[in-house]
């Protein structure tokens, strides 16, 4: 078996056609594309040039998406150069410094093993820089989990085409199937910036061998789209409007290191009725945790823990002296030799004494096991 002797067999392409919002609209077609994202509570690190996401993912979570009712798992994030320039507007062609490259794959699907989601990212200005791209770069999260979702470009359109490749395994080449989604708005980042990124790779950022001996480039020469017809004939322009976070289990894992802990100052911090807090500031909560931790190992004496104690020495004290004091009047009472004073007062006492004995007891035991069960 091999690929169709006609249409695309190459990861990228190369587009000569002359690209205009008409052209595309004339080829679009509503998306089938969902995707659900992991969230991740560390900074994301690279293995070469490849993102500590999917197979190299440590976490609990995977990004996974459906295309045309296929179910498919990430596999491997790369950054490489430039790939598909060609089908992005004449404007932004000279501004591509490098593409993200997401590969998914499905070990159900029938035809389209593999899905390529691509986002070519343009040296532009832009008021609010991907909080993922940020989180490597400067080696700390913006205050909150992130995702590969923080990726996307603001514009979700995308230009689709299948492909057909060789994958090698076990020295035995084998032709597959795969849908290219290319994000063609971009993602606006800074060249300065973007060479802080780079420098985390430590190697050039070069296509390569994808996934699993999964070769991208099959002819010497690049598929090439040269007219009209053939931009109409083999590429389809979507929108993704699906998408969502991913959780396992109905539960949540981030690291505390995601969040900060900020004084909350009214005077500050609200603003025009609204909420506003800087993340730059605050505390980390892992170290807000530590501290406790270490606060309550170091078992502290504070002011309300003295005049608990001092609270219960003079009770215990009191109580003592008090049961004494019964105590002497109950011995005269009872004595065969004392000669009462007040016979009818003595009377009376004798009467009552057992009772009021065992009245104080009582009350005192009570009062000293509530104390102990409120300090426990």
């Known amino acids: 078996m091999s690929c169709p002797a006609t249409g695309i067999k190459d990861f990228p392409i190369q587009n000569n056609a002359t690209i205009t919002p008409t052209l595309n609209e004339s080829i679009f077609e509503p998306s089938t594309l969902e995707v659900q994202w992991a969230t991740r509570g560390t900074v994301p690190a690279f293995q070469q040039n490849y993102l500590t996401e999917g197979i190299y993912n440590s976490g609990e979570q995977t990004t996974t998406l459906r295309l045309r009712g296929n179910s498919y798992t990430l596999k491997i994030v790369k950054l490489a150069d430039p790939q598909h320039k060609s089908l992005l507007p004449d404007t932004d062609k000279s501004l591509c410094l490098g593409e993200i490259v997401m590969v998914f794959e499905s070990a159900a699907a029938l035809t389209e093993k593999f899905v390529f989601l691509c986002i070519p990212i343009l040296n532009k200005a832009s008021t609010s820089l991907s909080p993922y791209l940020e989180s490597i770069r400067l080696d700390r999260l913006p205050g909150r989990p992130i995702s590969l979702s923080d990726l996307l470009p603001n514009s979700k359109k995308y230009i689709s085409y299948a492909t057909c490749l060789h994958q090698v395994i076990s020295n035995k080449t084998n032709p597959v199937q795969a849908a290219v989604l290319v994000f063609t708005g971009g993602l606006s980042y800074p060249e300065a910036q973007f060479k802080d990124v780079?420098?985390?790779?430590?190697?050039?950022?070069?296509?390569?061998?994808?996934?699993?001996?999964?070769?991208?480039?099959?002819?010497?020469?690049?598929?090439?789209?040269?007219?009209?017809?053939?931009?109409?004939?083999?590429?389809?322009?979507?929108?993704?409007?699906?998408?969502?976070?991913?959780?396992?289990?109905?539960?949540?894992?981030?690291?505390?290191?995601?969040?900060?802990?900020?004084?909350?100052?009214?005077?500050?911090?609200?603003?025009?009725?609204?909420?506003?807090?800087?993340?730059?500031?605050?505390?980390?909560?892992?170290?807000?945790?530590?501290?406790?931790?270490?606060?309550?190992?170091?078992?502290?004496?504070?002011?309300?823990?003295?005049?608990?104690?001092?609270?219960?020495?003079?009770?215990?004290?009191?109580?003592?002296?008090?049961?004494?004091?019964?105590?002497?009047?109950?011995?005269?009472?009872?004595?065969?030799?004392a000669d009462p004073a007040w016979p009818w007062l003595m009377e009376r006492t004798r009467d009552l004494m057992p009772m009021i004995f065992v009245s104080m007891v009582v009350g005192i035991i009570g009062f000293l096991i509530g104390f102990f069960t409120n300090t426990t």
Do not use: H, W
């Open 198 to 337: 780079l420098k985390k790779t430590k190697i050039a950022a070069q296509l390569g061998p994808l996934f699993d001996g999964l070769m991208p480039k099959t002819n010497a020469a690049l598929f090439l789209i040269a007219t009209e017809a053939d931009y109409k004939n083999y590429l389809r322009y979507s929108e993704l409007t699906t998408t969502s976070s991913n959780t396992t289990g109905g539960k949540r894992i981030d690291s505390t290191d995601s969040y900060k802990c900020v004084p909350l100052n009214p005077d500050e911090t609200v603003k025009n009725n609204r909420l506003v807090i800087d993340t730059d500031k605050g505390v980390p909560l892992s170290q807000v945790l530590k501290d406790k931790k270490d606060e309550q190992g170091e078992a502290k004496i504070t002011p309300g823990m003295v005049e608990r104690m001092i609270a219960v020495v003079l009770g215990t004290a009191a109580g003592i002296f008090i049961l004494s004091i019964f105590a002497y009047i109950f011995s005269l009472v009872t004595s065969e030799n």
